[in-house]
């Protein structure tokens, strides 16, 4: 569906701060808090799926694009959010994930990996050659990221017009510095982009695209992807700043284009209002959700331990811990610090590398368990007050099920209602 998406980018083009919120998650509990808030919202829902989770091997989640769109479809429809109102989106698509490889190969698995999106119905495609190849010549030059970004273009255009007899895709171009997910070491500012810079890849990438004779596709390239000044390591933010991204947010004016924003998780309401002021239509959220619903289970598991004699509890949060220290490929090498810091970005960090165990059968079971407990013994409000409080005012004015998955999708969407917020135009806030 990319209706629901040209209506937007279309009326931020025209004058109104607009944008919308890219969820960037595979967590089936995040993607469902995603579809009851746009319910809520009667507005359409924008998803990815990046190329680390999934791709035509399966990924680190172990779904194809296909598996991956089935899944999201299951989940609205148990919300009661209309298929029409999706539009689900491949996020980094090129040859990151085979970079280790000579470039001839990485790129034959990157048309592959392209090519499984487009099949399987995905609408905005965001091309991302920018990493390089084994045996690249570094730096990579503009042209040698915006011809591969052209070669799989071509790719996407062939595959849409064989599957559905026509191209209707929006593409993104462009990348962010860092790399997506966190920074990986602790940083203390970003320059954003350079206005310059940001030109320079528009040029490189119309030229790539003409020269493939791709001029159909480059009038819906809708959005390039620029470092607005913003992210996020283990401990702290980067908050944006709208007088240093002054220049880079001008530079887009008058062109048919917006900015696609990443890491964009823990900015505040007012920040990401800003964002969309200065031109950064699209709103990518992930790692921040993640560490929400991460929130909400620990502060259930909290209440649990109030409730439930010790042998009968979950123990979520040791049990979590555990499983992390025992398999710590997913976070070793991005936490620092001795072991009681370790110990503690493993379970608080705002790169959230928790994220990757959710899915951990260990994991899934004390979940189980301690949605189970709480359902067998509800919270007292009291206690309920102590660890999750907004939720507890909602549950007090009959608008939220004490139900403890319905208190942590709540939590979850109180994350996605700041982006709603910031994402929806007021009458008296019109464009500088």
């Not at 990157?110 to 905005?124: N, P, Q, S």
């Not at 990986?184 to 940001?198: G, K, M, Y």
């Not at 390039?224 to 996020?232: A, C, I, K, R």
Request: net charge negative.
């Amino acid at each position: 569906m990319t209706d629901a998406l040209d209506d937007i980018l279309g009326r931020h083009r025209g004058g109104e701060a607009v944008g919308i919120t890219s969820v960037c998650s595979a967590s089936p509990l995040v993607l469902r808090a995603a579809c009851e808030q746009a319910v809520a919202d009667e507005a359409a829902v924008l998803i990815e799926a990046t190329s680390n989770q999934v791709d035509q091997f399966g990924g680190y989640t172990g779904m194809t694009p296909a598996g991956f769109r089935d899944l999201v479809g299951d989940i609205a429809d148990r919300a009661g959010l209309p298929r029409s109102r999706i539009v689900l989106g491949g996020d980094h698509l090129g040859p990151n994930v085979w970079r280790s490889r000579p470039a001839a190969e990485a790129m034959d698995r990157a048309d592959d990996l392209v090519r499984a999106y487009v099949e399987a119905g995905y609408t905005k495609i965001h091309l991302d050659c920018s990493m390089a190849c084994a045996d690249d010549t570094l730096p990579l030059t503009d042209e040698v990221v915006a011809g591969r970004a052209a070669r799989l273009a071509r790719v996407a255009e062939d595959a849409a017009e064989r599957a559905f007899g026509r191209s209707e895709l929006r593409y993104v171009v462009g990348t962010e510095v860092p790399v997506p997910g966190g920074a990986h070491e602790e940083i203390a500012a970003l320059t954003p982009t350079s206005p310059t810079a940001a030109a320079a890849t528009i040029e490189a990438h119309a030229k790539a695209f003409a020269a493939a004779g791709l001029h159909a596709a480059w009038d819906r390239v809708v959005a390039l992807v620029v470092q607005p000044g913003v992210e996020f390591d283990a401990v702290q933010v980067v908050d944006y700043d709208r007088t240093r991204a002054r220049d880079l947010s001008r530079m887009i004016e008058g062109r048919p284009l917006v900015f696609e924003a990443h890491s964009t998780d823990y900015q505040t309401t007012a920040n990401l209002a800003a964002l969309v002021e200065g031109h950064w239509a699209v709103l990518k959220v992930g790692p921040g959700l993640t560490f929400a619903l991460r929130e909400a289970l620990f502060a259930l598991a909290a209440v649990e331990a109030e409730l439930v004699p010790v042998g009968e509890a979950s123990r979520l949060p040791d049990v979590v811990d555990d499983v992390m220290v025992r398999q710590p490929g997913w976070w070793h090498g991005y936490y620092e610090g001795d072991e009681s810091a370790q110990r503690l970005a493993r379970r608080y960090s705002y790169s959230d590398r928790l994220r990757y165990y959710w899915p951990d059968p260990r994991v899934s079971a004390a979940v189980e368990r301690l949605v189970s407990n709480l359902r067998a013994t509800p919270p007292p409000l009291p206690l309920l007050s102590a660890h999750l409080p907004e939720q507890y005012a909602r549950v007090r004015a009959g608008a939220l099920s004490p139900d403890p998955v319905a208190l942590a999708l709540d939590h979850v969407r109180d994350v996605l209602r700041a982006y709603a917020t910031a994402c929806t135009a007021e009458t008296s806030r019109r464009l500088s």
